[in-house]
């Protein structure tokens, strides 16, 4: 059985494992490029929850053990995947005649960050030879010279001596330098985020720029925070126009319940890329997975949600798209294919903020049937796609 079928099949065996005892349950234990051992941890890393790639990163750091360096190194451009990146694996160990990065990630818009991945920074590193692997990289014409850089990715915060190392030398202007913690951190704040757009305008951070004018910055701050906003907008549009009947619930516990029985459904990994939004490790599959409390109203049950411009946005990029609906708990979920939701958009009502905008989503429930709210006064009858 390979490590992702132990996952499919008992996800808490790996709560009380750190990542040198998982390791050991793929192929035989020992990481060299290509062998079943990686192919199995990489296959395992694209399918766990973020809250594993920060466990098994401080599983990392914490203690040394064979191989730690390199499963780091396969956490980080796991990292970077989740940041939103098209990652290409390097090498574990360099080879003659053979470029011995350790990731290289490409951006939407084009641009590439050559990864190198240390444990510690107790030891210093040649940029004189990071810079040559950028150069011959250029060469082969896998980088773009105007529209890549180095990105040197430290275990351990305490970065002072490296960090003085990179301004003294004459690659100042194209390396930067993170610590694992912040790129955790960074990929929590995507997680959090409505609008995967904004997220691009925070990923300028890890490019070499010059900020003598900070207006890059405050704008990254700005749309950052008008995203974050948009939720809270929401949050207190219905707390102020229902009556809750039912205690207050865990919105991101009951969002996790849902995802684990739309995967199921769907027999594939979803992985989160957003607040509410997700897709399988091939990208293939789009969910967009809202939840509500039930409020009641009369003979029926009321669900409401807001779908937001960003939501669809990111439905539309594939064929394979669904809008799930959590109707009060993980035990009554619609998952509607978006081809056929889309055609219900114009007859919902629109609340716009700024330059964003969200439609307002009104489930009912009288008895087994469901159906959705149209200003047309059609419902539209939805009671088979409840999974």
């Not at 192919?39 to 064979?66: A, I």
């Not at 995967?263 to 897709?279: M, W």
């Not at 429930?365 to 159906?371: G, L, P």
Request: glycine share 4%.
């Amino acid at each position: 059985m390979s490590i992702f079928n132990l996952w499919q099949n008992n996800k808490k065996v790996f709560e009380e494992k750190n990542v040198e005892q998982i390791l050991t349950f793929c192929g035989d234990g020992k990481l060299y490029d290509g062998n079943a051992t990686s192919l199995e941890f990489r296959e395992l890393l694209n399918n766990v929850p973020l809250r594993y790639l920060q466990k098994y990163s401080e599983d990392c750091l914490s203690s040394s053990f064979t191989n730690s360096g390199f499963v780091l190194q396969d956490l980080i451009n796991q990292i970077g995947i989740r940041l939103g990146y098209k990652c290409e694996y390097g090498l574990y160990r360099g080879r003659k005649n053979q470029i011995g990065f350790d990731g290289i990630w490409n951006t939407k818009d084009g641009y590439q960050f050559l990864v190198e991945v240390k444990t510690t920074d107790t030891y210093r590193i040649n940029l004189d030879t990071l810079a040559t692997y950028r150069r011959k990289l250029i060469e082969q014409n896998r980088l773009i010279e105007n529209k890549s850089s180095i990105l040197i990715v430290v275990g351990r915060q305490d970065t002072g001596d490296l960090e003085a190392q990179i301004r003294g030398s004459k690659h100042a202007w194209d390396v930067r330098l993170i610590s694992t913690d912040a790129l955790i951190k960074l990929m929590t704040v995507r997680a959090n985020l409505n609008d995967t757009k904004t997220f691009q305008q925070i990923n300028e951070i890890l490019r070499p720029l010059e900020y003598t004018r900070i207006d890059q910055l405050i704008n990254i701050i700005f749309h950052t925070a008008e995203d974050l906003q948009l939720e809270n907008d929401v949050n207190d549009e219905i707390n102020s126009s229902q009556e809750n009947d039912h205690p207050k619930s865990n919105k991101d516990e009951m969002n996790d319940l849902c995802i684990e029985k739309i995967s199921k459904k769907l027999k594939v990994s979803l992985i989160k890329q957003g607040r509410c939004i997700y897709s399988s490790p091939d990208n293939n599959y789009h969910v967009v997975c809202i939840v509500s409390k039930s409020y009641k109203r009369k003979n029926l049950l009321r669900y409401w949600y807001a779908f937001r411009t960003a939501q669809k946005e990111f439905l539309e990029e594939t064929e394979q798209s669904y809008i799930a609906f959590g109707c009060g708990s993980d035990e009554s979920i619609l998952l509607i294919p978006y081809s056929i939701f889309e055609s219900y958009l114009n007859f919902f009502s629109k609340t716009e903020k700024g330059n964003r905008y969200y439609w307002h989503v009104e489930a009912y429930q009288k008895n087994n049937t469901f159906e959705i709210r149209r200003n047309d006064d059609i419902n539209a009858e939805v009671t088979k796609y409840l999974i």
